[in-house]
């Protein structure tokens, strides 16, 4: 089993920046890709980025597509997800999560999540 947890939201002003980061911990070993999503208060879980097993490839969400920098450190096995010139409508909680598998856009092939973080941005 692998277990995921989030660390470092909080509240921030429109324009202003975060890191997150997501430590995990088990059967680290066997992950592939690990990705971002959100989900703000009535709306569906968003996928945000994912990175792949050696940090070298990442695809982005076009949504955050030059805001948001996901990386990866396998040493301390866990993932940052850089969050720049942050707007109010980025206001959500953000999950990370892990798979087996790699190239993994989609909610429902990720096999481990977080307990998510809350992001809040004000105007």
């Known amino acids: 089993q692998v277990q995921l947890v989030e660390s470092g939201g909080g509240l921030v002003q429109a324009g202003g920046s975060l890191r997150l980061s997501c430590a995990a911990s088990g059967r680290t070993f066997s992950l592939n890709d690990m990705g971002w999503f959100r989900q703000a208060p009535g709306k569906e879980r968003e996928f945000l980025g994912r990175?792949?097993?050696?940090?070298?490839?990442?695809y982005y969400a076009d949504s955050v597509k030059g805001r948001f920098t996901i990386s990866r450190d396998n040493a301390k096995n866990t993932v940052y997800l850089q969050m720049n010139s942050l707007k109010p409508e980025d206001t959500a909680v953000y999950y990370c999560a892990a798979t087996h598998i790699p190239w993994v856009l989609e909610l429902n092939r990720y096999d481990y999540w977080g307990q998510g973080t809350q992001v809040s941005v004000s105007s």
């Open positions: 990175i792949s097993r050696s940090g070298g490839s990442s």
